[in-house]
């Protein structure tokens, strides 16, 4: 499953962002690293990837705003945002609502993070094929 899969690890947490590139290089996936947020728009802008792991509380600018800058760079672009806990603030609850695939607690574990990646190839294969479908039978009709 991880074939041709690049993912982006944001987090201030060296330790924690080269973690968990390794277990996810070691399973084939491509991973970069960005130790904050104004690296992480350097690197989408750079360099297309299909999902980021990124933390929402970041010093230099704050999650949500790097959300927003990446999402213009690269629109398709899957972003799990992670937090180390559940405050009811403004900033998770927009975090909330806009990422399909978060928030993510810490800590989590390599289990959640492969059944995450893994669902959303599953979704994102599965509206490739819909849209086949759906194109072919378009055409179809209309020359039918």
Do not use: N
Not at 16 to 28: C, H, V
Not at 46 to 68: C, N
Not at 109 to 137: P, Q
């Amino acid at each position: 499953m991880s074939q041709g899969v690049s993912i982006l690890i944001v987090d201030e947490d060296t330790t924690l962002a080269e973690s968990l590139a390794l277990i996810l290089s070691r399973s084939g996936y491509t991973v970069a690293t960005a130790k904050d947020g104004l690296e992480a728009i350097q690197r989408v802008a750079e360099m297309a990837f299909d999902m980021t792991f990124m933390d929402i509380k970041m010093s230099l600018v704050d999650g949500m705003e790097v959300y927003k800058r990446m999402k213009m760079i690269q629109p398709d672009l899957e972003i799990v945002m992670t937090m180390k806990t559940y405050p009811e603030s403004v900033q998770v609850q927009e975090a909330m609502h806009e990422c399909v695939w978060g928030p993510l607690y810490k800590p989590f574990g390599a289990e959640k993070v492969f059944s995450i990646i893994e669902e959303s190839r599953r979704v994102k294969t599965g509206a490739l094929i819909r849209f086949s479908l759906e194109r072919e039978s378009s055409r179809a009709a209309e020359s039918g």
